[in-house]
């Protein structure tokens, strides 16, 4: 079956990293678009970032220039860094596999990792 598995998250200061991993596995990674997506407190779950199976890539504006997303395609992980970490960054973060025929065009879910972003 389908499985992604954060690892990663943390407390970190202000203007710190942190690299989170989303290890996968049930289905062919290396065709299936990927994606990070984050929910904050008494809101909904946005996108962060997407990379298609060619590498193309895409970010929310509130993440450009700060956050990167990348995938191995050897060991079925993706990857988010996040660079110059502010308060407002603070949410579960969540990997996304998107559906598509690897996936039997289901939408599939890791369990979150909690980023918090405090002095």
């Known amino acids: 079956q389908v499985q992604l598995v954060e690892s990663g998250g943390g407390l970190v200061q202000p203007g710190g990293s942190l690299r989170l991993s989303c290890a996968a596995s049930?289905?062919?990674?290396?065709?299936?678009?990927m994606g990070w997506y984050r929910q904050a407190p008494e809101k909904q779950r946005a996108l962060v970032a997407r990379?298609?199976?060619?590498?193309?890539?895409n970010y929310a504006d509130s993440v450009k220039g700060r956050f990167t997303i990348s995938r191995d395609n050897a060991k079925n992980t993706v990857y988010l860094q996040m660079n110059s970490l502010k308060p407002e960054d603070t949410a579960v973060y969540y990997c996304?596999?998107?559906?598509?025929?690897?996936?039997?065009?289901?939408?599939?879910w890791g369990q979150g990792t909690q980023v918090t972003v405090s002095s």
């Open positions: 990379i298609r199976s060619d590498g193309t890539t």
């Open positions: 049930g289905f062919t990674f290396s065709v299936n678009a």
């Open positions: 996304n596999a998107e559906p598509s025929a690897s996936t039997y065009y289901k939408n599939y």
